[in-house]
């Protein structure tokens, strides 16, 4: 049997979670269904999805992408990243209704890069994390409670 270096199977595909509309965790499946079908390969073992025009809170149009693990995304999504093609503080309209809607915030990093602002309610299946610090596009994640790996505070 031959193993090769950087191979690995994929995982099973994450449980779905939705919200607003939008799936933020699942299966290739499931992307595809909401409308994610413009798909890259960067490489051997992930996929992007993306799926233009989308609206959240009736702001938008963003942009919209899930990373799904394997080279057919097999492993399914563990989060959504949208963004704006030209206004970096596009995002900044879900936030506020967020502000409004009594969802709690506080604010990880150091001042310099990585910094984040991490929105949560309580009793909601997701938590929204948006870039304070950024060198590209300013993105706002949408990252199911289950997901320990990404940021908290």
Known sequence: MLLLAGCSPDRPPPPYVA???????????????????????PDWGSMRCRRHGAMIYGAGPFEAAVDLVG????????QLTLWHADDQYAVYKITDVLDRTGWKNCSTGDGERGDQIIYTHAGMPVRVSMDLSYWGKRRLRLIPDWNKK????
């Open 19 to 41: 919200f607003a509309g939008l799936p933020v965790s699942g299966s290739v499946g499931d992307a595809r269904r909401a409308g994610f079908t413009d798909c890259v390969q």
């Open 150 to 153: 990404e940021p908290r505070c």
């Open 71 to 78: 080279h057919d995304g097999g492993g399914g999504f563990d």
